[in-house]
């Protein structure tokens, strides 16, 4: 077991695969001799070279579907696309082409893709560096959205996702990035679809999606405090997701708050209430609530920032509400 | 807004008052300061002014002229030009057929944890969780299911959750106080304790049972909305007492005891008189195709009456069978709330008391009941003609009947009906 | 066999270019009469007038060398080798269709001859191309890849970024642009200062040769070429092949108020199978009675073919939700 950074245990993973696999290239704005804005890909240039880190012109559509055609072609590329804010360029194509040519092709054509980068609000990023959009993908059959919160799980998800032969979004919370975790040595794969439960508790569940998992797990230490008991669930992966380990921790507390600092419509929140409803409704000793982010874009100003997002103390209001519901 | 026109104080001393006079009529406009109607006390009859302008609406309910009402009495209404006069008095409905059997959720000063539950005591439980008032009983699905499974009344319960809802812990901590009373006793002893404190005589002070306060209700309201009415007849059990001793001494287990013949017996005499075996739906008046027969049960905790359900088509021993299980079930705290529900007629036997007639309560919605008193050996006439006379087993049996669902002849032909059941059980036994 | 004009081909080479546009013909007549019939459930853009295209790029490919292909895509379709009895079956949304069903005209499939899917939307097929050509380049499989678009395509974002994309990075692709100065029924030249695409490949630093869409031996020439260019590492080609569709944008709608009849009857006396006839009769390559044998044979393929795809089964309803994930991580998303 080692003490890592999310990014550095993340590049680890990728660095492995790629050891492993040939096939494995990696596309984006400045991820070749640079090593990635994020340092998502230092060292593996001089490694591999230009063919495998290939540095690409500000063309997010064009070269996230070249990323495509080569993925139906026997390659397995990575798009490393930095903010997801630029990502929404390649959308077309991605719900297009990238979600539907398995089923197209009556699963003929595989499509081993991992598109990758940075999510969520930061201080101050703004309207155009702050995005989330993850629902979309969450929305669309044919998608895998995986959103680790630890470095361990950073690890193996990623390299879980590179071996998988269906599209996955590998959205990593901006804020997530220089966080330290314990990372276990030698081959480490996590599987999709399997929660983690990061906190046990009886009282009251909180899932958090991704930077939010930290959020929660600081609020369930101050209501510890006050001798309530919080069980913190961390999806780890939206789609596919563990409704299971969520219904198992209601059928224990019959209360469930949802964190999430993305937008309420149609957000993680809403499908995983309806999914709770629909299986679990008899657990339920209150209705399931939601805390999101505020609808409206990222703003700049510290001040505009206050009640933007989720915070530690608004989800344990939340809790404190909804254990007196 | 309307305004309430009422028994004026109209002496220093007065407390009643008769309405002997209306200077205007139901619909008139009445102005403030015209002469409204005449109050007559113990003095003299006096005038009486509007207070309001207004339409004047006098209700139906308005006390007639002549009847002595208490001060403060409501008499009529000043109502605007298209407002409607306020609907009649809440606590009518609180004893209407239709409400018959629903408790108010507890209402506790304060406390969150509401009386101790128990099954619904007495007659039946209620069929849909809505007090008289008609307010909404919210309860969260966790703690729905958690009073099924304790055997709790939750419409009996007060809510702790934010919007009154009724949530686990509520069930639970019901359940716990429920069985064996802790809680009940606990604060018997409390009351007993303050009033002793506060100097004056000690008294048992017992706070009423949730079956007790339930009984309470379900009697007043039997027997003050329906029409009651008591049939007796004394019929000859000799060979009933034959068959049962029969039955007792062949062995098989567990023996049919006379309130499964009786059960019997009078489901046999319901099929052919549906009339009896009807009840209240709202407006309309339900006749059952199936005989479910409630026995009145005594337990600890109260008066329970758990149901056999479509006697019609069950055999004697499956009866026995049943009340056995029910019975015990029943004194032991485990019976469910649906038991105790869905009866089209009741049997309640006093006779281990001696006690030969009385007047038993319509359990409501239901529309008769059979009181059975005690099997005694008597000397009757056989042939009055001849003067003979024989030792025979005679009991007396009171059906009480709702006059309102059924007359007196058809209901006295349903008794004599039960009498001749009791007097040839070869009727009954071989079935149609 | 290669690019210089007039090199000798073979008889069977060039009877093999006539039979595949003879073949594009006649399957493209049978879905025009099951059109008109009410047979076909979705939109239908024929090939007819084309056919030079298709079979003079695609006969420099192999079974693992891979198209990408256009809401236009029969004939590429049928040139890259998709039997008419699949391609006619796919239309008619048969079990036994080359997409089993789930595609119909806009989406056929067959990636085990290298027909990578033909699409709805403009544009991708460049990007995709470029990509799969990535693929080969990566893993040093040889192969070419092939993007067919039309005139439209050329104002899509796709083009400009695929075609820099893949000429900075030397990709073993070719781009061929069936410009046949419509798209839809906007005239290429109303929206755009520069209706012509082979010079924009200037801008991106790749060769840019237009040919002479209709004349099957000049476009089997040029991509002879940019084929040997692509094989051999030397990167793209943009191919614009001047050409004209003489049916309607697609089957069932009006022909008419953007283009005259004059012109349809123009570009009708240059027919392109018409045109080839005639060159192989003047060279003496072949017989008047040969080339009727042929399409004899090919029209009765293509009739059995519709016959097949008419007594062809619907495919199972439950199939439907099948292979939106691969195999490895079936299971369900929510």
New interface residues.
């Given amino acids: 077991m080692r003490e890592m950074t999310f990014v550095d245990a993340a590049r680890e993973g990728l660095a492995e695969e790629m050891a492993r696999d040939p096939a494995i290239f990696v596309v984006g704005e400045g991820i070749g001799a640079r090593g990635g804005n994020f340092n998502t890909t230092l060292g593996l240039f001089d490694l591999y070279g230009p063919e495998r880190l290939r540095d690409t012109p500000i063309s997010e559509r064009g070269f996230t579907g070249i990323c495509i055609g080569a993925a139906a072609s026997g390659a397995r590329p990575v798009v490393d696309f930095m903010f997801i804010d630029f990502l929404t360029d390649a959308f077309g194509d991605m719900f297009n082409q990238m979600s539907k040519l398995q089923w197209m092709s009556g699963g003929r054509l595989k499509m081993p893709i991992v598109v990758r980068g940075c999510v969520g609000v930061a201080p101050s990023n703004a309207a155009h560096h702050s995005g989330n959009y993850y629902p979309f993908f969450m929305h669309i059959p044919g998608f895998r959205v995986v959103m680790p919160s630890t470095p361990g799980d950073a690890k193996g998800l990623l390299k879980t996702s590179i071996r998988s032969d269906d599209p996955v979004l590998f959205l990593e919370h901006k804020n997530l990035l220089a966080l330290k975790g314990p990372v276990p040595d030698g081959e480490h794969l996590v599987p999709f679809g399997k929660a983690a439960v990061a906190r046990e508790g009886k009282d009251v569940t909180v899932v958090g999606v991704a930077f939010m998992v930290k959020k929660a797990l600081e609020a369930a230490e101050t209501l510890a405090k006050d001798g309530i008991s919080v069980e913190v669930i961390d999806p780890r992966t939206l789609a596919p997701l563990d409704i299971d380990t969520i219904l198992s921790s209601v059928r224990t507390t019959g209360r469930l708050l949802v964190v999430d600092e993305d937008f309420a419509p149609c957000g993680v929140a809403s499908e995983i209430a309806m999914q709770v409803m629909e299986r679990g409704f008899d657990d339920l000793d209150a209705p399931v609530k939601r805390l999101n982010g505020l609808s409206c874009p990222a703003p700049y100003s510290p001040a505009l920032m206050t009640n933007l997002i989720p915070t530690t103390s608004t989800i344990v209001q939340a809790l404190r509400d909804l254990l007196a519901e | 807004m309307a305004f309430e026109v009422v028994m004026p104080r109209l002496g220093w001393n007065m407390e009643q008052g008769a309405v002997v006079g209306w200077r205007k009529k139901d619909g008139d406009s009445v102005t403030a300061g015209e002469i409204l109607f005449e109050v007559e006390s113990d003095k003299a009859v006096q005038e009486v002014e509007a207070l309001e302008s207004g339409l004047l609406r006098i209700p139906p309910q308005s006390p007639p002229l002549g009847t002595q009402v208490p001060v403060g009495t409501l008499l009529a209404w000043l109502v605007k030009p298209g407002e409607d006069m306020p609907s009649s008095d809440a606590a009518a409905l609180a004893v209407a057929p239709a409400a018959a059997g629903m408790a108010p959720a507890a209402k506790t000063s304060g406390s969150a944890s509401s009386l101790p539950a128990a099954p619904s005591a007495g007659a039946h439980a209620a069929e849909t969780p809505h007090p008289p008032t008609g307010k909404r009983i919210r309860i969260?699905?966790?703690?729905?299911?958690a009073a099924s499974q304790l055997g709790v009344d939750w419409t009996l319960l007060s809510g702790s959750?934010?919007s009154g809802?009724i949530?686990?812990r509520d069930v639970q901590q019901a359940a716990a106080a429920g069985t064996g009373a802790p809680a009940t006793a606990a604060r018997a002893v409390r009351a007993h304790e303050a009033v002793t404190a506060a100097g004056t005589p000690s008294l048992d002070v017992l706070p009423i049972s949730s079956v007790r306060r339930l009984t309470a209700e379900r009697m007043s309201a039997g027997a003050h909305t329906t029409a009651p009415v008591t049939l007796t007849t004394e019929a000859d059990a000799t060979d009933l007492v034959r068959l049962r001793s029969q039955l007792k001494g062949e062995g098989a287990r567990p023996a049919p005891s006379y309130n499964d013949l009786l059960t019997k017996l009078a489901a046999d005499a319901l099929v052919d008189h549906p009339e009896l075996n009807a009840r209240f739906e709202g407006d309309s008046i339900v006749q059952s195709a199936s005989v479910n027969v409630a026995i009145a049960v005594d337990t600890e905790r109260g008066l329970l009456a758990p149901v056999v359900r479509d006697v019609q088509s069950k055999s004697l021993r499956q009866v026995a069978r049943e009340t056995a299980d029910l019975i015990e079930r029943a004194r032991g705290g485990r019976i469910r709330p649906e038991e105790l529900r869905g009866g089209t007629f009741t049997i309640t036997n006093l006779g281990m008391y001696e006690i030969d007639a009385f007047t038993p309560i319509i359990n409501l919605p239901e529309c008769a009941i059979l009181g059975v008193g005690r099997i005694v050996a008597k000397q009757v006439v056989t042939d009055a003609e001849a003067g003979t006379v024989a030792i025979r087993h005679m009991v007396v049996l009171s059906l009480t009947f709702d006059h309102r669902l059924v007359d007196g002849a058809p209901a006295a032909r349903f008794l004599q009906r039960i009498k001749r059941n009791i007097e040839m059980p070869y009727l009954w036994l071989a079935g149609s | 066999m290669t690019g210089k004009k007039g090199a000798a081909m073979g008889k069977d080479q060039m009877l093999a270019l006539y039979r595949t546009m003879l073949l594009i013909r006649r399957t493209e007549e049978q879905l025009v009469k099951l059109y008109a019939a009410g047979k076909i459930y979705g939109g239908v853009h024929t090939y007819i007038g084309e056919e030079a295209v298709a079979t003079g790029v695609c006969a420099h490919l192999g079974t693992s060398d891979t198209v990408f292909s256009t809401h236009r895509g029969h004939g590429h379709a049928l040139s890259k080798g998709i039997p008419p009895r699949e391609l006619i079956a796919e239309l008619l949304g048969r079990a036994t269709g080359c997409a089993a069903g789930r595609g119909g005209s806009m989406h056929l499939f067959k990636p085990e001859i290298g027909f990578m899917g033909s699409s709805g939307i403009v544009g991708p097929s460049i990007t995709l191309a470029a990509g799969s050509a990535y693929a080969a380049k990566l893993r040093k499989t040889g192969q070419v890849s092939v993007a067919f678009f039309g005139d439209g395509a050329t104002n899509n974002g796709a083009f400009h970024e695929g075609i820099n994309m893949a000429t900075a990075w030397g990709l073993p692709v070719l781009f061929v642009c069936e410009n046949n100065m419509y798209a839809t029924e906007i005239p290429y030249a109303a929206v755009t200062k520069n209706p012509h695409p082979a010079t924009r490949a200037s801008a991106y630093g790749l060769p840019g040769i237009a040919v002479d869409g209709n004349d099957v031996l000049a476009v089997y020439q040029a991509a002879g070429e940019a084929v040997r260019r692509a094989r051999s590492g030397e990167g793209p080609t943009l191919l614009e092949c001047r050409t004209y569709r003489t049916r309607a944008h697609s089957e069932g709608m009006r022909d008419a108020g953007y283009r005259t009849q004059e012109e349809i009857a123009e570009w009708k006396a240059r027919d392109p199978i018409k045109a080839y006839e005639g060159k192989l009769l003047a060279g003496g390559t072949a017989a008047q009675s040969e080339l009727d044998a042929i399409d004899a044979e090919v029209r009765a393929r293509a009739e059995e073919a519709a016959a097949f795809a008419l007594a062809s089964p619907m495919p199972e309803p439950a199939t439907v939700t099948e292979h939106v994930y691969s195999e490895m991580q079936e299971g369900r998303n929510a």
């Fill in positions: 969260s699905p966790r703690a729905r299911r959750g934010s809802r949530l686990e």
